[in-house]
């Protein structure tokens, strides 16, 4: 007959070992060799409640500073793209939700319908926001005159900088004035000709 009786010494040996990590939890918890499993118990409790509140405290100096990141580079894009004062605040609502902050820390656009992710701020605002809000923006910096040859929203069309013919050129500077196509060339990337940058024609 095979004997299936435990090992004493094995077993004194597991229960001293389970000893000794009860010993390590209770000093662990700041707890008495004589404390009981329900003190231990409840020490473990009020250690995990700490962690818990300490996780979300940490979340919660995260998401703030991500607002305070998004907001920053959302006023500073807004001023850069010359949006008219009175506008900016909705320009900032519809900034605020499209654009999260990554986990490289760096704020762009979100996967969100009509829009294409992974944008930064001044490339949402020059690629979407002027086609949705165009009236954020100026239309004209010059007299206010607007003959022909003059595009909504956008000013002055100056392609006749870029290889018209100078009486073109003339024309229209009469009809929009001079500061209103020196401004529409440099939006254009076009250098504005010397006659005109000097005020004579």
């Known amino acids: ?70 907001d920053a580079e959302i006023r500073s894009a807004v001023t850069k793209a010359g949006i008219f004062a009175q506008s900016t605040d909705d320009a900032t609502t519809i900034l605020r939700s499209v654009l999260e902050v990554t986990d490289k820390g760096e704020v762009r656009t979100k996967a969100a319908p009509n829009v294409v992710p992974g944008q930064t701020v001044e490339q949402f605002i020059a690629g979407q926001l002027k086609t949705m809000r165009p009236h954020y923006w100026p239309t004209s910096i010059g007299a206010g005159a607007k003959g022909a040859g003059f595009a909504a929203h956008a000013g002055p069309d100056v392609s ?26 440099r939006r254009s990337g076009i250098v504005p000709p010397a006659w005109l940058m000097g005020g004579g024609r």
């Open 1 to 70: 007959m095979v004997d299936n009786a435990p090992n004493p010494t094995e077993l004194q040996a597991t229960v001293d070992r389970l000893n000794t990590l009860a010993g390590g939890v209770r000093k662990a918890l700041g707890l008495g060799d004589d404390a009981d499993d329900a003190a231990v118990l409840s020490a473990l409790g009020t250690v995990t409640t700490q962690r818990d509140e300490a996780v979300a405290s940490a979340a919660k100096i995260s998401t703030e500073r991500n607002v305070e990141k998004m």
């Open 160 to 185: 006749c900088f870029k290889g018209g013919t100078l009486t073109a050129q003339y024309a229209l500077v009469a009809r929009v004035g001079e500061r209103a196509a020196i401004e529409a060339c």
